[in-house]
């Protein structure tokens, strides 16, 4: 059986589910996320104002009307519904990174770093927050704090290339280049597109 379908046999029982229990959130949710692993994204999103309808407090379903607003280049229709996750769920980390990544891209530096570090006091295992509030603190000239940050990063997963790329900027701005040399590497045998401006920076020194 291919995948495609079994996904239509989990929509067809999702269906079903929905057909016996109209008001169930929880399967107006899991037939959202179905139809946009399909990419049918208008019909997931009537299925995620669904599950808000019948259950207010899905936080899930707000992330995921946030993703599909994504998909579709609206940043401000993105924030807006993480925002009405964390309403909904306090302390939901997965919101409040959403959050963080959102007004990062907008350029709202501190709700970016509020938001970041709710999504990580709330998760300790949630790495690309963690990532993301090391790359806000580099943006907002708090470079020890984003070195922190990426050394703990590392420390769960010593892999993961955006914290050595932002390692490698960090220690750039404070002038230890061969540290900065190092974590430029690595990001790079890790398969990270390091600027060109940092290469260039870095070939100074090598």
Known sequence: MTKFQNAQEYIALQ????ASNPECGTSHYNLGVALM???????????????????????????????????QGDLEGCLYYNKQSVKTRAGFAEGWGNVGFCQLQLGNLEEAIYALEKAVRWNKKFLQARATLANAYLMNGQVDESIAVSQKVLEQQPEFAVAHNNLAIAYIEKGHHDLAIEHCDKARDLGYDVAPQILAELEKHR
């Open 15 to 18: 269906r079903q589910a929905i």
């Open 37 to 71: 692993g399909l990419k049918q994204y208008s019909e997931a999103e009537a299925e995620f104002q669904e599950a808000i309808s019948c259950s207010p407090t899905l936080a899930e379903a707000y992330v995921q009307l946030g993703g599909i607003r994504l998909q």
